[in-house]
């Protein structure tokens, strides 16, 4: 049963991918006209730019799409997340690793995308995590993480698309630095060294599976703690298996699940929030529950 919706905001990031913003376009707006009374397409001009025309319209809208990359979605969840009446939100893949777009098993062609808003079959009600006075859809980290961010220039990317996560990942872990947090969480503390501090909600970073048991619909955070010991782990893990699945006997990498935890890195440190850099030293994260209502493409 299709669902009609009465105003529809498509938001674009003309930057983003490899430049197919009108073909995309061409592709998306015939089967959106189709399911509402009003399409309102915005192209964003400058980042930032969909961060404000979600925040400052989104109340207007009973369906916002976003067609970009995490940086767009990023954007668009933080503009979405503190309105009291809340539009839901669609994702058609627009960006170069699409990473939240994955998580939630939307297509990653663009026709097959658009099917999911306009067959309008699976929705879902999402975790979001407020971090500070940002929020996060997809995850959290420093370390390697924004390392590997930080490495990252724009124009490989979109040459090399997803292969220059790997290969700004194998730069960046010749000389893998040590950090010292300590996270208190579910009423512990954990002080440790580390090479990598994750906080995973959504399930995929540089178009990598994350381990299966991270939901985006179960009210928690999944936190790894990779010690240096868990450096080959990880790294067998980003560069050789797909699988989604980390096996670890010896504890190197330590895995809790909370719905909250206070970080403090000893340091002021890069962070990685879905693909963008902040700087932080210390972060409360608390996971809103069921915060976002979403199109999502069929479990897999
Ligand atoms: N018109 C614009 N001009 C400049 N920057 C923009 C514009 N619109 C969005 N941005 C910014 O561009 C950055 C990259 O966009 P986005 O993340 O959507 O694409 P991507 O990097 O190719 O995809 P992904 O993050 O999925 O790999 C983001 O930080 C976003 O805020």
């Known amino acids: ?104 098993n939307i297509p990653m062609n663009m026709g097959q995308a658009v099917e999911t808003i306009t067959a309008s079959q699976y929705e879902k009600d999402i975790d979001i995590v407020k971090a500070g006075d940002r929020y996060f859809s997809n995850f959290w980290g420093t370390g390697l993480v924004s390392k590997t961010s930080d490495n990252i220039d724009a124009g490989s990317k979109n040459v090399l698309g997803r292969l220059s996560y790997y290969i700004s990942a194998f730069q960046s872990i010749q000389d893998p630095e040590l950090l010292n947090v300590t996270i208190t969480a579910n009423g512990k503390v954990y002080r440790e060294e580390v090479v990598m501090l994750l906080a995973a909600n959504g399930r995929s970073i540089g178009a990598n599976p994350l381990p299966a048991s991270i939901d985006l619909e179960d009210g928690l955070i999944d936190i790894y703690m990779v010690k240096k010991t868990g450096f080959p782990l990880l790294k067998e893990f980003f560069m050789i298996r797909s699988t989604g699945e980390v096996s670890d006997p010896t504890n190197d990498i330590i895995h809790i699940q909370a719905p909250a935890a206070d970080i403090h890195l000893d340091e002021k440190e890069k962070v990685d929030m879905d693909g963008e850099l902040y700087e932080e030293q210390n972060q409360t994260l608390e996971v809103l529950k069921h915060h976002l209502r979403l199109i999502v493409g069929e479990d897999k």
Not at 12 to 23: P, S, T
Not at 68 to 87: I, Q
């Open 1 to 104: 049963m299709t669902i009609f919706y009465s105003k529809i905001l498509l938001v674009c990031n003309g930057k983003a991918g490899r430049g197919e913003l009108e073909i995309n376009l061409m592709e998306v707006t015939p089967p959106l006209l189709d399911i509402c009374d009003a399409l309102t397409v915005h192209k964003t001009k400058d980042k930032d730019d969909a961060e404000k025309i979600c925040r400052e319209t989104g109340q207007e809208y009973d369906l916002v799409v976003i067609m970009g990359g995490d940086g767009t979605v990023h954007e668009a969840v933080n503009g979405l997340a503190r309105l009291s009446l809340k539009p839901k939100l669609a994702i058609l893949p627009g960006g170069t690793c699409n990473d939240f777009a994955r998580s939630l």
